[in-house]
């Protein structure tokens, strides 16, 4: 590996790279799936105050990888704000922060809408058109579903995108100025292409996790949406199974219109309960394969701990002392995750050790 790992930066479609390649102290990127915005930074030493201010607004590009061969797009997005530090003797730093969004953007104004009798895609791109978002990218399982009415509540659009996506089983996100709306824990990109999975192997490329696969207190056996049927005149309910192991019902306190749309909440609810089911943090050896929403598969770890997760959220982190690390927020435990099934035997466990001490006849307590 290289004094300093690979990678490439472009403001306003410039490439800045051998300018910056002297002067970089850190870049920190964070991909997040949700309505979270990605967000970047990149210190430069600042000699002299010598370089130029980026202006707000102005367009950023990073990419990343370990050597300039398989570098890669990691963010895409705009300038938010430059910190300058500085302090006597500790020379002189410039931190330019970047976001998803485009600050200029009206996408947190409120609006108020309505379409009917259309698909989910047309409702988002007329909606987007009033936020200024000019590209609706929906993965095709989610760009087909047909309501009779469709509204924005007096609300912005991204309020709107996060209520609508809770509402259909999908994550929603504003990337470079663009709406993404994908299936939840589908491992699927807008396109509706599988993601690659990232392989954490102990030994390899992972370098640390810490990981709860189980939580108990979240689990539910099924959920419960409350509809109304017109033609009977009465409020019905949809139940979804979701964890077998597990008892209770979680009943959503919000009423859908008819069956197809408390199906879709229902389903939506399962996918929640799923991704919540467990969380942790694995760190790898940078890739930029690792992004928000991609399975990634934990090897040599431990049993009960080994096996398939999604990553929730990614921090791509490139220094000097650590070179290229990609730390990864992960959710969703796969099959089997949580359950450690060898034999109880004295390898395994301390209780079953046949060398376990006995009673010594020294008394309880201090000595």
């Known amino acids: 590996m290289s004094a300093f790992p690979a990678f490439k930066v472009e403001v306003n479609g410039v490439d800045y790279t051998s300018r910056f390649r002297p002067l970089v102290v850190k870049i920190d990127v964070t991909d997040r799936s949700g309505i979270s915005t990605d967000s970047a930074s990149i210190v430069l030493s600042d000699p002299e105050g010598s370089i130029l201010l980026p202006q707000e607004g102005a367009r ?4 990343l990888g370990q050597s300039v061969a398989d570098v890669a797009l990691v963010f895409s997005g705009f300038v938010s704000d430059v910190t300058s530090t500085g302090s006597k003797g500790g020379g002189r730093n410039l ?3 970047a976001k998803g969004i485009d600050p200029k953007s009206n996408a947190r104004d409120a609006q108020g809408a309505h379409v009917d009798d259309a698909t989910f895609e ?10 200024g978002i000019a590209t609706v990218t929906i993965a095709p399982e989610l760009a087909s579903i047909i309501r009779p009415y469709w509204a924005m509540q007096f609300e912005s659009f991204l309020h709107w995108g996060k209520r609508i996506s809770a509402e259909i089983g999908a994550t929603f996100k504003l990337q470079d100025g663009k709406a993404i709306f994908v299936p939840s824990n589908a491992g699927k990109s807008a396109s509706g292409q599988d993601l690659p999975e990232v392989v954490a192997t102990w030994g390899v490329n992972l370098l640390s996790w810490s990981i709860s696969p189980v939580f108990s207190r979240p689990r539910f056996q099924k959920v419960r949406a409350r509809y109304y049927d017109e033609s009977k005149a009465k409020w019905l309910e949809k139940d979804v199974d979701v964890d077998q192991d597990a008892s209770g019902t979680f009943v959503d306190r919000f009423t859908t219109g008819d069956a197809e749309q408390a199906d ?4 939506a609810l399962k996918s929640r309960a799923e991704r919540n089911g467990g969380e942790g943090t694995v ?3 940078g890739t930029p394969a690792a992004k928000a929403g991609a399975p990634i598969k934990l090897s040599g770890a431990r049993p009960g701990i ?3 997760y999604i990553i929730d959220s990614v921090q791509h982190t490139v220094s000097k002392p650590g070179g290229y690390t990609s730390t990864c927020e992960v959710k969703k435990p796969g099959d089997g995750v949580g359950k450690d099934t060898r034999t109880p035997n004295a390898t395994t466990s301390p ?4 060398s376990a001490p006995t009673n010594t006849g020294r008394a309880a307590g201090p000595v």
């Open 264 to 267: 879709r909440r229902a389903q």
């Open 122 to 131: 047309e409702a988002a791109k007329q909606f987007a058109d009033l936020a």
């Open 95 to 97: 931190d330019i922060a």
């Open 306 to 308: 080994d096996g398939s």
């Open 60 to 63: 950023l590009r990073i990419h």
């Open 351 to 354: 209780v079953y050790a046949s």
């Open 283 to 285: 760190t790898i050896v």
